[in-house]
């Protein structure tokens, strides 16, 4: 075989289901290698997206998801979605095609040295330079990408020799296991817990990837411990259990800065500081931190770590839970904190205010919405309302990108968590301006058949930006836009399309477009007059007991 077939035959032997790309003259040795292969070619419009749903693959499945560009501007393309996977803890392999060997010396058409571009945003890359390093290449690529913390890998493959001939076969998958927190550690750490008044838990997406969800809430009923979740750890606590906080990550004051407050010693467990910067909740570093995750901490002036316990998640809270004696349950000190924080999403219930109040809007979508079913957010103004105000029971139900953070995701996203999933409904809640980005994929999703739901919330403009200047600056500054007929355009690629044109229809329309079991487009226009609103209310409020 040719490297190219041995390349295949590797990502065969992991398990590989989908490569997501674009084709290029310098990777046909490849694309005609998947031709004869299990794994499924997905064609995507532009390759961030191919990126993305590698991503959004790697995030739900823990597996690595594979992405390939060919050399050049593909390959700079793909560049995006390759850092938001890396800084997310999403496992992901990107292929790149690459100019020969024979004229790499020299400037050439479309060359740039990919494994210099592409290390700063990879866990490790490498370029193929003989074919009898491929299964190498492969094993590695998969091992570190999914080892703790996952992240993006990338392998280069020069035209030339991807056509080599090659005499090698695939390495054998072998598993790997984390470390186990020492017994000396738990046991100090469940001293700092045991003499601690009011502890809070920070909960991350590590607990998620970790799947360390039941053991957590394991540990919090037992231990009576309240929990914050971050933007990424969404799910790590079903918001229907009363210790639940909800979620920390708005800048600033919120309900949830009450609890950090009043806390005593702050327990982040699988939290990465890319999710939510330590200044915004422990701004005066007065509270000290225990760190439970799989590394040590990140050094940081505002998180004043007591102990590091490293170490698989799961298995250092069953630890604790064992040596921890079972705490006061009568000490309910945030149960005024939690009631603040869903009164106010349940005050929008009856809203029938026209545009649509972001509250509403997510007040209709958990309506409809199983607690299966996925939820991916966009970037922009209306991550923000997500992720405050959009409440969820099961890890992985609502993704949100704050690692990176591209513009863009949410489509891509949620192909590739329709292909993951396809027994549950899957909505992507875009912006306008986050939705043209990547928005030719709207005839992937309908050339794979995959009846996924947009929830396009239309400002006309950069509603997160605006409001921003608007806190700043009292004005905004060269934020708005011209946007097509998003129904006509969703039309045109073959979606089933619906506009908003007055609040009373918006949970229906979100039922008749499950119902429809295809790809769906809702267009509806959104109040975000109601982003000033809300910082003028966070700015008011009232911590008890605080410090």
């Known amino acids: 075989m040719n490297v190219a077939q041995l390349l295949v035959k590797c990502l065969e032997n992991e398990g590989v289901e989908y490569i997501f790309g674009v084709p290029g003259e310098e990777n046909i040795d490849l694309m005609d290698a998947l031709v004869d292969s299990e794994i499924e070619f997905i064609v995507t419009r532009h390759e961030t997206s191919a990126a993305f749903m590698a991503g959004t693959y790697g995030r739900l499945t823990g597996k690595p998801g594979v992405c390939l560009a060919t050399l050049g501007p593909g390959a700079t393309n793909l560049l995006t979605g390759v850092a938001n996977a890396n800084m997310d803890h999403c496992p992901l392999i990107a292929i790149t095609g690459q100019a020969g060997l024979n004229r790499q010396h020299k400037i050439s058409h479309q060359y740039y040295d990919l494994v210099d571009i592409f290390e700063p945003v990879t866990k490790w890359n490498a370029q193929i330079k003989t074919g009898e390093i491929v299964p190498e290449v492969i094993r590695k690529a998969y091992q570190l990408a999914i080892q703790e913390?996952?992240?993006?890998?990338?392998?280069?493959?020069?035209e030339d020799v991807a056509g080599m001939e090659v005499d090698e076969s695939p390495l054998p998958v072998t598993g790997h296991t984390l470390s186990i927190a020492k017994d000396e550690v738990i046991e100090e750490a469940a001293s700092l817990i045991s003499k601690a008044d009011h502890p809070l838990i920070l909960a991350g997406n590590g607990v998620t990837r970790g799947h360390a969800?039941?053991?957590?809430?394991?540990f919090v009923s037992q231990m009576n411990i309240p929990v914050v979740h971050s933007f990424?750890?969404?799910?790590?606590?079903?918001?229907?259990?009363?210790?639940?906080?909800?979620?920390a990550g708005i800048s600033g004051k919120d309900y949830i800065t009450c609890g950090f407050q009043q806390a005593d010693l702050i327990i982040t467990i699988g939290m990465d500081m890319a999710e939510t910067p330590p200044e915004n909740w422990n701004p005066e570093a007065a509270t000290p931190v225990l760190h439970v995750d799989t590394e040590e901490a990140e050094i940081d002036s505002h998180y004043p770590v007591a102990l590091n316990v490293v170490g698989d998640i799961a298995q250092s809270l069953r630890k604790l839970l064992n040596v921890i004696p079972d705490r006061d349950s009568d000490d309910n000190w945030f149960e005024s904190i939690r009631k603040s924080a869903l009164?106010?999403?349940e005050s929008f219930k009856e809203d029938e205010s026209f545009p649509v109040k972001p509250q509403k809007i997510i007040y209709d979508l958990r309506e409809v919405l199983r607690d299966e079913d996925i939820a991916i957010s966009d970037v922009g103004a209306h991550k923000m309302w997500m992720a405050r105000m959009y409440h969820t029971v099961l890890p992985n139900t609502c993704?949100?990108?704050?690692?990176?953070?591209?513009?863009?995701v949410a489509v891509p996203g949620a192909i590739a968590a329709k292909l993951v999933h396809p027994d549950r409904n899957v909505v992507a809640v875009c912006g306008d301006g986050s939705f043209q980005m990547t928005g030719a994929e709207l005839e992937t999703a309908v050339r794979l058949n995959l009846p996924i739901i947009i929830l396009l919330w239309r400002d006309d403009g950069y509603g997160l930006i605006e409001w921003h200047q608007l806190k700043k600056f009292d004005r905004p500054s060269h934020i708005s836009f011209g946007n097509p007929d998003f129904v006509k355009l969703a039309e045109s690629y073959g979606f089933e399309a619906m506009r908003i044109e007055k609040t009373a229809e918006l949970k229906p329309g979100l039922e008749k477009a499950i119902s429809l079991n295809k790809p769906v487009l809702i267009d509806c226009q959104v109040d975000y007059s109601e982003n000033m609103k809300l910082t003028e209310m966070l700015r008011n409020i009232h911590c008890e007991g605080g410090v």
């Open 213 to 218: 969800t039941e053991d957590l809430q394991n």
């Open 343 to 345: 009164e106010e999403l």
């Open 232 to 247: 990424m750890g969404k799910g790590a606590i079903s918001w229907k259990n009363e210790l639940s906080l909800l979620t």
């Open 149 to 158: 913390k996952p992240g993006a890998t990338h392998i280069d493959l020069p």
């Open 399 to 408: 993704l949100i990108s704050n690692g990176l953070a591209s513009m863009g």
